[in-house]
């Protein structure tokens, strides 16, 4: 049993690049959430998927992000025209089927870094 | 809005100390609250999960306790081993406290 899966672990880029992340699921779960985390602070919400439906996004996901999850499987973030500020852990989390949020399943997280 | 918070922020106890850690949450309203750990640099891992039906979890030496009702949830440790160094997280309707940050000196 594979857990959630996120790739790449490390990302340099420089400030304007275009990055994309990559998350796979645990195979049975149809809840998939993205979460920024930045040094010394807890994991901030992004964005959260039903399958392939974006069902909730913050308003820290300026109009440089975009989120995807396209056939309710891996799911991706983008971020364009990257900024010193979108430095940061970027985790991935998934969860079972269920009337409620269920239990979270993190993934090791892919870390930028921006230049 | 939810808002989560977490005390102490940081907690620094001698070998063999029991300790509790304090997450407090203003949205009643909740299915379930999730104890974390996170080791630097490293993704979360899950500890405990509370039902909101629930009062308390266990597992192993940790111990973790809701009440919905006053907004709070406690996390127990007993016995700390320097192993248990990490930071702890807690998460209630998608939103995560801040971490207490815990040190176990040998």
């Known amino acids: 049993d594979t857990g959630v899966s996120q790739d790449p672990r490390h990302k340099i880029t420089k400030r304007g690049q275009n990055v994309t992340f990559r998350c796979d699921p645990i195979?049975?779960?149809?809840?998939l959430y993205w979460y920024r985390q930045t040094l010394g602070q807890g994991p901030e919400f992004l964005t959260y998927?039903?399958?392939?439906?974006?069902?909730?996004k913050s308003r820290l996901l300026s109009d440089r992000f975009s989120a995807e999850r396209p056939k309710g499987s891996f799911s991706t973030l983008e971020i364009q025209r990257t900024e010193q500020g979108d430095s940061a852990m970027y985790l991935c989390?998934?969860?079972?089927?269920?009337?409620?949020?269920?239990?979270?399943?993190f993934g090791e997280g892919s870390r930028l870094t921006v230049l | 809005k939810q808002e989560v918070t977490q005390i102490p922020a940081a907690l620094s106890v001698p070998e063999g100390e029991n300790l509790v850690l304090n997450c407090s949450f203003t949205?009643?309203?909740?299915?379930?609250l999730q104890w974390f750990r996170q080791d630097p640099g490293k993704g979360l891992t899950s500890l405990l999960l509370?039902?909101?039906?629930?009062r308390e979890q266990t597992s192993g030496r940790l111990n973790a306790s809701l009440d919905k009702s006053s907004g709070r949830s406690t996390l127990y440790i007993a016995a700390s081993q320097p192993g248990d160094s990490a930071t702890y997280l807690c998460?209630?309707?998608?939103?995560f406290g801040a971490g207490t940050i815990l040190r176990v000196k040998s």
């Open positions: 989390a998934s969860s079972p089927p269920g009337h409620d949020t269920g239990e979270l399943f």
């Open positions: 195979s049975e779960h149809n809840r």
């Open positions: 998927f039903q399958n392939e439906a974006q069902l909730e």
């Open positions: 949205d009643s309203a909740i299915y379930n």
């Open positions: 509370i039902q909101s039906s629930q």
């Open positions: 998460v209630a309707k998608l939103v």
